[in-house]
C-alpha cells in the first residue's frame, strides 16, 4: 500500500466530507462542507489529506487558533488568527482502516509542519472519549479550559507543545 500525506485539492471535497459525516454523523458533531472548507481557507498549508493508493483514507483540519479558545461548530471562519498555537480542529481516519497507525501517522506530521512553521504548541479539543488516543501522543488535558456544549459531553480541550523557537508572533496573541 502506498500512502501520502498531501494538500487538499479540489477533488478530495466529497470523499472529505463523507469521512467526516461517517465519523461525527451519529455524534452530532457533524459540521458539513461549507463549516469545513472555511477552516481550511483559515490555514491551507496545515490541513492535508492522507492519500491510500489514489483513496482518500483520512484528513486533518487545523488552524492557527488563539490557546484555551476553540472553532464555533456552527459559524464558519472569518478571521485568520495571530498566534503561537496551531489548534486541530478535526483528524479523521476511515473506520475500515483505524487502529493501523494512520492517526499516529497524521499527529506526527501535523507537528513537524506546526514546528517547521514556528508554532509554539498544538491544541484540540479531545470528543467521544478520545483522550487516551490525544494522551498517548503527547497531549495533556487542561480541565479549566472551558469547551462550548456543542463538542458534546465529556469533550476535553488538550495541548503539546511542539516547539522551543520563537514565532513572529510570539506574546502577540490577535484576534
Known amino acids: ?8 485539492t479540489e477533488a478530495d471535497w466529497p470523499q472529505l466530507v463523507a469521512l467526516e459525516s461517517e465519523a461525527y454523523a451519529n455524534l452530532s458533531l457533524a459540521e458539513g462542507e461549507r463549516l469545513l472548507r472555511s477552516r ?5 498549508g496545515t490541513c492535508f489529506v492522507l492519500d491510500l493508493d489514489g483513496r ?3 484528513y486533518v483540519l487545523a488552524l492557527p487558533y488563539p490557546r484555551f479558545r476553540c472553532p464555533d461548530l456552527a459559524r464558519p471562519e472569518q478571521a485568520v488568527h ?8 478535526d483528524l479523521v481516519v476511515s473506520a475500515p482502516l483505524r487502529r493501523r ?4 501517522r497524521l499527529v506526527r506530521h ?8 514556528g508554532f509554539a504548541t498544538v491544541s484540540l479539543v479531545a470528543v467521544a472519549g478520545k483522550e487516551p488516543f490525544w494522551r498517548a501522543n503527547g497531549y495533556h488535558a487542561h480541565p ?3 469547551v462550548p456544549p456543542d463538542y458534546g459531553g465529556g469533550a476535553v480541550y488538550m495541548s503539546a507543545r511542539v516547539a522551543a ?10 484576534v
Open 165 to 174: 523557537v520563537p514565532h513572529p508572533y510570539q506574546g502577540r496573541e490577535a
Open 110 to 117: 501535523l507537528t513537524g509542519v506546526a514546528r517547521a512553521r
Open 56 to 58: 482518500l483514507a483520512g
Open 82 to 89: 495571530r498566534t503561537t498555537n496551531l489548534h486541530l480542529h
Open 101 to 104: 497507525g494512520l492517526g499516529t
Open 1 to 8: 500500500m502506498r500512502d501520502l500525506i498531501r494538500g487538499i
Open 40 to 44: 481550511a481557507r483559515a490555514s491551507a
Open 144 to 146: 479549566a479550559a472551558p
